[in-house]
């Protein structure tokens, strides 16, 4: 540790730390390629690649942010990964939510410190970990999982980040739509990531406080459109806000400053709603929708105001 610039606390749960590298600390190396190595310092032990080799003895004691090389000339750059370096590399069960989405999620679920926070499903405690940094040690985040080996898979990355166990982290087994109601909690935001989340809505509804927001996040455009309706259908929550983020890199070099080629496009739809208070309803749509949204090839559940279609007559 620098003489003049303490560690970040550890009850501040940030996962991140200041100062020399330390024995039992991950670190993240890049090579001239880009190629990533992720890998836990230990004394004594020595890092092997195409290029040679190296002991971590050499990185352990010195402040991040410098170039090893191996014994074959390897050149290589070491920094403490950042959790959206972190979140990308570490061993996945399911699908993780990206970094570009986790702070849509944040910012547009608006999680915040102290906030109570459920999610569903864990998969592999990407999404957590970003739901934990933002509520802090004196939030709660209830994460919700029904398969075990994707919990097991959670629960090592999430200890593994946040350095020990987060005091405020939760995670139960089992389907949100029963264990939710069964726990009796209640909550702020409930972010839904998950193949049908629009089983867990009323759990969801039932556990939200007023004001509090739902939040989901679904990979096809079937999902956004079923999830967007039962929203509507259910009619305790605003009008619900569908949209996707795309990010484009951009290649700078002189005068070559034009996009990139490696453009993060499609990964998932995100949809909030904000819960109403009980027995309140917000506003009907002043906008009629549009011609055949609701006309005879849609089969899905009709929001209030959108009238049932008359029934086809019959040929006898
Ligand atoms: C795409 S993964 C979640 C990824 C996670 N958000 C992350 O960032 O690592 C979806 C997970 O939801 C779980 N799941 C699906 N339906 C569920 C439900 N009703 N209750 C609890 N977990 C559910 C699945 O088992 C799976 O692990």
Known sequence: MSDTTPDVPQDAWSGVHRGPLREGEWVRLVDGKGRKHNFELVAGKRFFSNKGHFDHDELIGREEGFTVTSSAGGEYLVFRPLLSEFVVSMPRGAAVVYPKDSAQIVAMADIFPGARVVEAGVGSGALTCSLLRAVGPHGRVSSYERREEFADV???????????????????????????????????????????????????????LPGGIVCAYVATTTQLSKFVEAVRFHGGFTEPAPWESLVRDWHVEGLAVRPGHKMIGHTAFLVTARRMAPGERAPLKKRRPAPGAYGPDYDGPRPPGVPELPEAPTED
């Not at 980040?161 to 939710?180: R, S």
């Open 154 to 208: 959670a629960r090592r990355n999430v200890t593994q980040f946040f350095g020990g166990d987060h005091p405020a982290w939760q995670l139960t087994l089992g389907d949100l739509a029963e264990a939710l109601p069964a726990s009796g909690e209640r909550c702020d935001r409930i972010i839904l990531d998950m193949l049908a989340p629009w089983d867990c809505l009323d759990a969801a509804a039932d556990a939200l």
